[in-house]
């Protein structure tokens, strides 16, 4: 897959990049506004080098493009998530091993990221962002004069 | 052969960058705890006429999951690969599972195994399992005494 073409950029998800609130409406203001507690859980990420930047991917079952938030502040990723449950509320639980509702993580990439070039796509409850390695923070060989 | 293996790149920050990503993991992610946890996470609701079975399987397509049902007990399983082309040692951060998964539960009552369903949502498995004629709740009209 090429990962620098446009047409995996996903413009239905909102990545923001540097400061801002949540929009109204988003993730991040539903759960503040949200009369009961909704239970918030960490999503397991795994970050790899690709050849061109950082590849992160994120495990948020139930997650749609609409309510998923991604910000890159200075260096600071975060991602958020609100999810539905896929069961009408009427249900009796009978058995329960996790809990539906939001996700939210945060961390620092200590690379310089090419925010212009971030790309995002969710597919089948699995978030991938492609953070491109700014030019200035890719490796250079010097030469050694003799 | 002994030495310091001068072949290798001498990168300090990488090391110290995987020696603090080692702690946090001990911190924040209890690795040991998560594979102590049933794999995938599973939630059973009972909607009077049946139950509804919900399973968190992100990244996973629903041919990769194999579903059974034998009386009233339901059995799944699959495999989630690891990403192809991505080294080992590219990876900064690895906290989603990989392997072989399976498994097994019995529900409560008795079900109708002809008429189950099953769909994939988002990352998340729902099997709608109906309950046996005889297993439905029934409402029962009291008749006044004359």
Redo the contacts between chains.
Sequence with gaps: MNVTNPSIRNPSIRVVVGPGAPEEGSPGRQQAESPQPSRVS?P???????PDG?IL?A??????DKDLFVQLEDNVLSLRAHVQS???Q?????????S?GDFHRSFIL?DEVDRDRITAEL????LRLILPRADRARSRRIEIRS | MSGVPWQNRWDPLRELQREVGRLFDGLDGLPALRHLRPYPPINVHDEGEGYVLTAQLPGVCADEVELTITGETLTMRGERKRPEGVKDDSYRRQERLVGRWSRTITLPDRVDSTQVTASFSNGILIVRIPKAEGAKPRHITVATGG
């Design positions: 960490t397991p990420i795994d970050i790899h080098e690709g950082l991917e495990d948020l079952p139930g997650a749609t896929p069961v009408p009427s249900a009796r639980p009978i058995h329960e091993e996790f539906v200590s597919k089948n409850g699995v």
